[in-house]
């Protein structure tokens, strides 16, 4: 499953349509939206869920997928956890799902849905409605963290945008020996020099040690640096999710945060060379110049934010604006450093 678009408003904010590919960096300045738009994403994961308990505002989305087939998906819903107000889901434009309050229509059959569950959630059944698991399998094979809570001070679980709890000792042991190698060859690469990766049962924790080169004493995950551990934590994370049938969309917000330049470089690159590589589709925010440098301005999402309604800008929707900055032969963090981007808008409106 592939997110290609996004629209998504609340009474706070509003979220002008994102378009996504299989790999984006999402970038911008500071209070422009960046880490609300992963939570938004999140936040319609899990109403897709039905985890709603926490989710008591009026939510307003339009996700479109890719689905089976490569079939377009186009999926909507307007309401909160106590009221489903509007839903409805094209697929390559024909209509299956309408729905005002509690009465719907499903491929022209009159379905009368609770009025706090959406129709995808309480008609699902994988022959009849096929369309309505894609969207579903979405939300429940969607995984997001923020780099920047990964920390030395959490060391036995992974902390994530969901809320679930993550055994992170136990997620390692899932990880066949080519993916274990695979981690230490990637740490060793951005200089972390290490030999062996072993779990191991202390008391009632689920810890992990690691063995660096020339140094005696094990180093366990709560004595990692914070910047070593959020290494070590996402290439495990990435190595599990490759080996399984699901979580095939990876978000993760601040990538690089706490890391000196050379290395989140790196690892953006490595990340964005393994998701290509792996099927996974890959969704990350950063305010790294340095990292936003590494990554091909192909990839990136502009946000900009006027008043409480955030706008986009990629190359599929302003692909003069990319073409014209990339002949000017400046560093790719030039576009948000200087006033390129308003410049250009001016003269196209005129």
Not at 31 to 54: D, H, Q, W, Y
Not at 97 to 107: D, Q, S
Not at 169 to 176: G, Q, T
Request: hydrophobic share 35%; charged share 25%.
């Amino acid at each position: 499953m592939l997110v290609k678009s996004f629209d998504y408003k609340n009474f706070i904010w509003k979220l002008d349509t994102i378009y996504l590919d299989k790999l984006n960096l999402i970038v911008g300045k500071n209070a422009v939206g960046k880490s609300k738009t992963l939570n938004a994403l999140v936040e319609v994961a899990r109403f897709i869920k039905g985890e709603t308990s926490g989710i008591v505002t009026q939510n307003q989305c339009r996700l479109t997928l890719e689905g089976r087939d490569g079939k377009e998906l186009v999926y909507t819903f307007d309401g909160s956890a106590k009221e489903i107000v509007r839903e409805s889901m094209t697929v390559d434009g024909v209509e299956i799902l309408t729905r005002e309050g509690e009465h719907a229509m499903v491929k022209g059959e009159s379905v009368n849905p609770p009025l706090n569950k959406l129709v995808i959630q309480t008609q699902r059944d994988t022959t009849k409605f096929p369309e309505f698991e894609d969207v579903m399998s979405w939300a429940e094979h969607t995984r997001g963290f923020s780099f920047s809570d990964l920390s030395s001070s959490k060391p036995y679980s992974i902390p994530n945008m969901f809320s679930e709890k993550i055994d992170f000792s136990e997620l390692f042991e899932k990880i066949d020996e080519e993916k274990k190698q695979f981690i230490i060859d990637k740490m060793k690469e951005l200089g972390y020099h290490i030999n062996e990766i072993t779990p191991l049962k202390v008391d009632q924790f689920n810890i992990i040690t690691l063995k660096e080169e020339g140094v005696t004493v094990p180093l366990f995950s709560s004595s990692m640096s914070n910047g070593m551990l959020r290494v070590f934590y996402i290439l495990t994370y990435m190595s599990y999710i490759a080996t399984t049938e699901s979580a095939k969309t990876f978000l993760i917000d601040d990538l690089g945060e706490g890391l000196d330049y050379s290395r989140s470089a790196r690892l953006s690159k490595m990340m964005f060379d393994y998701c290509e590589a792996h099927d996974i589709q890959l969704i990350v925010t950063s305010n790294d110049k340095f990292l936003m440098n590494a990554i091909d301005l192909n990839y990136w999402i502009i946000l900009q934010r006027y008043g409480d309604e955030v706008k986009t800008y990629s190359r599929s929707t302003y692909p003069d604006m990319f073409t014209k900055f990339r002949k000017m032969g400046l560093n790719n963090f030039d576009i948000l450093s200087t006033d390129f981007i308003e410049r250009f808008l001016s003269q196209v409106s005129k």
